[in-house]
């Protein structure tokens, strides 16, 4: 190691040189990105809900979380939100557009993934190539799903308006019952099938395939061998939880960010997520659409995936764990908000819509962008600190 002097990674009253300093802030730019990554996946989940809730509930926000919701719904709006698709040459019309969103574009995104795999491989070689387009894929199968889901789920919903005649729920122009509408029904049901339930089914069961044929592979005589000094080096006692620290880096080669933010057993955790969002987004735009029982069925889902997160506590970090809870709460949140504004408010004087709209308005405030804040804020600390006695560490 350096001796004293201006190149000493410690001065004489035990600092860090300011060399030191810079390859620690060298450092802590990738850590922003790593500790930032997973909180915003748990923020775009949640505004992946929160963005479709009005149109599944059949209910208008009050202000102040309508003009919210406007604003941030682009984060996970489909296509229809940010082009008019109207003005697409042969998509204009309901049936078109949503052939455009649920079909054309996802499948051109995974199209433009599969040709950027094709032309990666003779550089990077086929299995780097292969697992950059896996997790390429699986995010935009991330940011799809809700979406496409909701619109899957919209063509069956529809709204008596008149006692001989009903309309999507989703757009009053577009009658249901005749013929076309009906090949869209049978289309509707396809899709629920293949994507909305297939995609977290199929994924799970791979999962569990695969974890099945590594703890057959790292459970040989050699493997075994090497765990247990692994397990000594690291001072734990309980051999079988490095197995499974071990397998799940090894599982994280095909799944990528799929796992990487969950702690070794909770691999399944993101397909638990989708069926969350299939539930919330999905399903629950068929159980009587506007009424009480759906807002309580709808809160009752919300609670037992709640409850089932705060069992687990599935991600690896515990900051990550309270910001997935606080986003959850806040979701319950609204859905009190929706089925209060319901009743008559008339003869409460203090609590007005206004009083319920400002209420819930400021708990997002605290529950989603303030827990995010510290959320980082306390992860990112953990790494500078580790860094910094790491520093004073050094002979």
Not at 8 to 32: E, N, W, Y
Not at 100 to 106: D, K, S
């Amino acid at each position: 190691s350096p001796g004293p002097g201006p190149t000493s990674s410690r001065d004489k009253a035990g600092g860090i040189s300011p060399a030191a300093l810079f390859l620690t802030s060298k450092r802590l730019v990738a850590a922003v990105g790593h500790m930032t990554l997973h909180p915003l996946k748990i923020m775009i989940s949640y505004w992946q809900v929160v963005a479709q809730m009005g149109n599944v509930l059949h209910f208008q926000f009050p202000e102040a979380l309508d003009a919210l919701i406007r604003r941030m719904k682009w984060l996970v709006t489909g296509i229809q939100g940010m082009v008019a698709t109207e003005c697409i040459p042969g998509f204009h019309g309901y049936y078109r557009s949503w052939i455009l969103e649920v079909v054309v574009v996802p499948v051109l995104l995974l199209g433009a993934v599969l040709l950027y795999y094709l032309s990666r491989r003779a550089t990077v070689g086929p299995a780097a190539a292969l697992e950059t387009a896996r997790n390429e894929a699986f995010f935009i199968i991330f940011i799809c799903y809700p979406s496409i889901t909701n619109k899957v789920f919209a063509v069956i919903n529809c709204r008596k308006l008149v006692e001989s005649s009903s309309v999507l729920a989703s757009d009053y122009s577009t009658v249901c019952g005749d013929d076309m509408h009906q090949l869209f029904v049978v289309i509707a049901y396809a899709m629920m099938c293949a994507f909305s339930v297939g995609v977290p089914a199929l994924l799970m069961i791979a999962m569990v395939k695969t974890r099945a044929s590594e703890r057959v592979l790292f459970s040989s005589p050699e493997w075994n061998t090497i765990i247990q000094r692994m397990a000594a080096m690291l001072e734990e006692d309980d051999v079988d939880s490095v197995r499974s620290a071990v397998i799940d880096i090894n599982q994280g080669k095909i799944y990528g960010n799929l796992i990487s933010a969950y702690k070794p057993g909770s691999f399944l955790w993101e397909g638990i997520d989708m069926i969350r969002k299939l539930a919330i987004i999905g399903m629950l735009s068929l159980v009587s659409p506007g009424s009480t029982f759906q807002i309580c069925v709808g809160i009752l889902t919300g609670f037992l995936f709640f409850a089932g997160h705060v069992a687990i506590r599935p991600y690896r970090h515990w900051e990550d764990n309270v910001f997935k809870a606080t986003t959850e709460l806040h979701l319950f949140f609204m859905m009190v908000l929706v089925i209060a504004l319901k009743t008559d408010l008339a003869s409460e004087n203090a609590f007005s819509a206004d009083f319920y709209d400002r209420t819930v308005f400021v708990l997002w405030m605290i529950l989603v962008p303030g827990a995010f804040i510290c959320c980082v804020w306390s992860k990112l600390r953990s790494v500078v600190e580790d860094d910094i006695a790491e520093h004073h560490t050094k002979p």
